[in-house]
Structure formats: C-alpha cells, structure tokens
C-alpha cells in the first residue's frame, strides 16, 4: 500500500478516536441528539473513506469491479465496526463503567453551569451596590429634612422611612441570598452526611423565604408608599404627585418580577435536587477523579439531571432578564 494511503487511512483513525470520544463525552447529555450528531459523523466520512482508501490501493487493480467492491464495502464494514466496538469499550472503561457494581457501574450526574454560577456572583455583587446606594441615599433624604421645612421636608422624612423599610427587606434578601451566591449546592465533593445535606436544603428554604418578602414588597409599595405619607399630612395633591414619580421608577424596574419568579423556580428544583440526593443517600457517590456525582440507579441519574437541567435553564434566563433591565436603566435612570 502506498504511503498516501497508509496516511489516509491513519487520519481516518484519528476523526474516529475524536468522534467517538465525543459521544462518550456526550452521553449524559439531556439533548440526546448531542451524542447522536458525533455517532453518524464517526460512523459515515470514515466508512465513505475506508472504501474509497481501500479501493484506490493497487493490491486490488487487477480484481473484477464486483468482487472488488464486495470485497471492500465487507472489509470497510468490518473495521469500521470493530474500531468502534474497541474504542467504546475503551472509553466506558476509562469512565469506570465497566466491570462490577457500586462507582464503577454507576452513571454521571450532570453539575450546574459554572458560567451560570459565575452570572448568580455578580448578581449578589449587583445587590450589594445598590443597598450601599440606598445609604447614602438615605442619608440626603435626612439632611434634606433637616434643612428643609413644609411639604418638601415631609416628603424627604417619608422617602427616608420608606427606604429604610426596602433597605431593611433588601439586607434580609442579600444576607440569605450570600451564601448561596458562594456555594455551588448541589456539588457533592465535601458532602460525607446527610445532615449536610439538610443543612444546604435549610439555605434555599431560608432564600426561598427572603425572595418571596422582595417580591411582596415589590408588588404594594406604591399603596405603602401612598399610605405613608398621608399618614404624614401631607396633602392628597401632592401625595398624587409623589406617587406617580415612584409608579414612574417602579414600572423602569418591573422586570425584577421576572427574576423574583425565576430566583423560586430555581430554588425550588435546588430543593428537589438535594431532597432526591438524601432520600437516596446510598444510591449515589461522589467520584473525585470524575468531579461528579454517580449513580447505581439509571432512573435516579435521569431525574437528578432533568432538575439540573432546570436549574440552569431559569438561572440562564433569570441572567438575560437582569441584563435587560441593567440596560434598560442605564438608558432610563431611575429619578
């Protein structure tokens, strides 16, 4: 055989070796079409090039055209086949699912999106800002007051409680929001109890709480706020007034709806994550050579990536929801 095919036949070796490491790669992947697109493109270019490789040598030039070409599709056949069969095997031994039970047969759990968790990191940082901006917000509303007299200085005592009060609910949120926004809950590598476990269920409840406290707050704070300052004497004209320029700031922010409802689904499908992981403690590992959580039990895999899955769907679009609304406020700053 001439070198050219000899060469031909080696790259042809090597798409192989990439496209099947691929699948491998892919195999847990909740799109199953992901694996499905490397399998053909492993199956067909090698095999088309196996037989045009094959046919091109000069060992078979003198053979009659339809035993040449039983010949060749058979042997194409019978190597694509058999690499196949042997790098398969190679990787799901490499992956530690051949051979007896427990870790070794045992299917990955997919983890949630590290870009996904590095958005939930600057969100927390996005947080922060703003509570530090509510003080010295807070802080020109009080000399405002002082300094002021009549409706203005009213108006000024008013906006000051009434931030005080978001303050107070907005610090409940970030410190409940903090160590999630540190965490990755359902990484299971320091995980040896279930209290653990518990104890990282207790976070999302605790988040779950704060989140529904914003989000309720959001919902009546411009009948609070309307009722504060009434409350206040001051004249239903300009508490008309007032309560139109907060209503005019509030709808520049109605997007934080959205990412409130998405802040639940995500904690909810966290919840049922970590709850599916200790009602089943002793039918998953955490292999540290794999970096993932394992399973005896394909249908365990398949529920506990469908939540991941979840996850990583509402914190993406919770991501894009909170770039809109940073956009959107740099065009129209609140007033």
């Known amino acids: ?35 499905g697109v490397f399998a053909v493109a492993a199956l067909l270019p090698p095999f088309l090039c196996y037989i045009a490789a094959v046919d091109d040598a000069p060992l078979f030039v003198k053979w009659p055209r339809i035993l040449k070409a039983s010949v060749v599709t058979l042997s194409s056949v019978i190597l694509t086949v058999g690499v ?40 927390g940082a996005a947080l922060k800002a703003q509570l530090n901006y509510d003080d010295k917000l807070i802080a020109a509303l009080d000399r405002t007051a002082r300094q002021t007299t009549g409706e203005q200085a009213v108006v000024a005592r008013a906006s000051a409680e009434f931030l005080r009060n978001q303050q107070s609910i907005l610090s409940n949120y970030y410190a ?29 409840t605790r988040f779950l709480g704060a989140n529904g406290g914003v989000s309720n707050y959001m919902g009546k704070a411009e009948n609070d706020y309307r009722t504060l300052l009434l409350e206040k004497g001051l004249p239903e004209s300009r508490v008309d007034e007032e309560t139109k320029r907060l209503r005019a700031n509030m709808e520049k922010v109605g997007q934080t709806s959205a990412i409130f409802s998405l802040n639940d689904r995500v904690g909810q499908s966290e919840l049922r994550a970590l709850g599916l992981l200790e009602s089943n403690w002793d039918s998953w590992s955490y292999d540290s050579s794999l970096r993932k959580t394992v399973f005896k039990d394909e249908s365990l895999r398949s529920d506990f990536n469908r939540m991941v899955s979840e996850i990583n769907t509402a914190t993406k679009e919770r991501a894009g929801v909170q770039q809109k609304l940073e956009q959107n406020l740099q065009q129209n700053p609140l007033q």
């Open 176 to 204: 409940a929001a903090k160590p999630l926004v540190q965490a990755r809950l359902l990484d299971m590598a320091d995980i040896e109890t279930t209290n653990e476990l518990e104890k990282r269920k207790t976070m999302v």
């Open 1 to 35: 055989m001439r070198a050219s095919n000899l060469k031909r036949l080696v790259l042809i070796l090597l798409w192989q070796v990439v496209m099947v490491s691929a699948v491998v790669y892919f195999d847990a992947s909740p799109r199953p079409w992901i694996p």
């Open 84 to 123: 196949y069969v042997g790098l398969f095997v190679a990787g799901y031994a490499i992956e530690g699912k051949l051979g007896g039970g427990g870790r070794a047969s045992a299917a990955r759990g997919h983890e949630p999106n590290a870009a996904l968790e590095a958005r939930r990191r600057e969100s």
